[in-house]
C-alpha cells in the first residue's frame, strides 16, 4: 500500500512544471510518552521539491528510516513524505503531509500533518 501511495504521488506531480529540485533531507527523530522515551529514527531521505504554480507547492521524498526502538533490536524500513503548502494570503499559508514507514514486524506506520503558516 505505500509503495502504491508513493508511486501514486509520483505520478501526481510528473506533470507539474519544471521548477522544481531535488534535494537530501537527513532527519532525526525521538519520542517520547511523559518522560519516558519510545525510540528514535533517523530518516535519511532524498527528495523532490517545487511549485506547480505561484501558490502551491508540493514536495515528495523518501529513503531509508533507521529505527531504533527503545527494547528490541533495531531495524532499517522504507520511509517516506508527501507534501504540499499553500498560499491563501500573502502573509498565511496552509501546509499538510503524509509520511510512512514499512515494517517487516508489525503494521506499517503512518502519520499525518496539517497545519498552517503565519508570517510577520
Given amino acids: 500500500m ?5 508511486l501514486a504521488a509520483a505520478l501526481a506531480t510528473a506533470g507539474m512544471p519544471a ?3 531535488f534535494y537530501v533531507n537527513p532527519e532525526f527523530n525521538k519520542g517520547y510518552v ?3 522515551p519510545i525510540g528514535s529514527v533517523l530518516d535519511l531521505h532524498v527528495g523532490f521539491e517545487g511549485q506547480a504554480n505561484e501558490k502551491l507547492g508540493y514536495y515528495v521524498q523518501g529513503g531509508p528510516s533507521i529505527l531504533y526502538p527503545t527494547s528490541g533490536e533495531g ?5 517516506g513524505k508527501v507534501g504540499a503548502s499553500y498560499a ?7 501546509y499538510g503531509e503524509f509520511s510512512g514507514v514499512s515494517s517487516e514486524d508489525t ?4 502519520g499525518l500533518k496539517l497545519g498552517g503558516k503565519f508570517t510577520f
Fill in 107 to 110: 503494521d506499517n506506520g503512518y
Fill in 75 to 79: 531495524s532499517t524500513e522504507l520511509g
Fill in 19 to 21: 521548477m522544481a529540485g
Fill in 34 to 36: 511523559g518522560n519516558d
Fill in 2 to 6: 505505500f509503495k502504491q501511495a508513493t
Fill in 88 to 94: 491563501l494570503t500573502e502573509k498565511v499559508s496552509a
